[in-house]
C-alpha cells in the first residue's frame, strides 16, 4: 500500500485547510486510515480515525474543529480542518491499517506540513 498525502500550507489562525491521502497498491486490504500529526518536540499522536465501516473518532482537541472522512471510491480519506490554531501546527501523515490473514501491517503517507500563524 502507497499513501500519498497532500494539502498542508501556511495558512493563519481561524482558517482552514482540507488534507487528501490517496491510497494505491493493496488497498482491498486496508481496514483503518487516519491521521496523525507530530509537532516539534512533541510525540505523534492519533487526531482522526475512520474504520472500514464508517465508524469515526477523535482526538479531543480537535473534535469539532476536524472532519475526516473517506471516499472508498477513490481511495482516498480527507481531513477537513477548520478555525485552525497555532497549536495545530504539525506535520500530519496519514496512516493505513491492513489486514493479511491474521496479521495488521500498517502504512505511513509522507506527511503534509501544516504550519498556523497567529
Known amino acids: 500500500v502507497q499513501l500519498q498525502a497532500s494539502g498542508g500550507g501556511l495558512v493563519q489562525a481561524g482558517g482552514s485547510l482540507r488534507l487528501s491521502c490517496a491510497a494505491s497498491?493493496?488497498?482491498?486490504?486496508?481496514?483503518?486510515m487516519g491521521w496523525y500529526r507530530q509537532a516539534p518536540g512533541k510525540q505523534r499522536e492519533l487526531v482522526a480515525g475512520?474504520?472500514?465501516?464508517?465508524?469515526?473518532n477523535y482526538a479531543d482537541s480537535v473534535k469539532g474543529r476536524f472532519t475526516i472522512s473517506r471516499d472508498n471510491a477513490k481511495n482516498t480519506v480527507y481531513l477537513q480542518i477548520n478555525s485552525l490554531i497555532p497549536e495545530d501546527t504539525a506535520v500530519y501523515s496519514c496512516?493505513?491499517?491492513?489486514?493479511?490473514?491474521?496479521?495488521?501491517?500498517?502504512?505511513w503517507g509522507q506527511g503534509t506540513l501544516v504550519t498556523v500563524s497567529s
Open positions: 496512516n493505513a491499517r491492513t489486514v493479511v490473514g491474521l496479521a495488521f501491517y500498517d502504512y
Open positions: 497498491g493493496s488497498i482491498l486490504s486496508i481496514l483503518d
Open positions: 475512520v474504520t472500514s465501516g464508517g465508524r469515526k
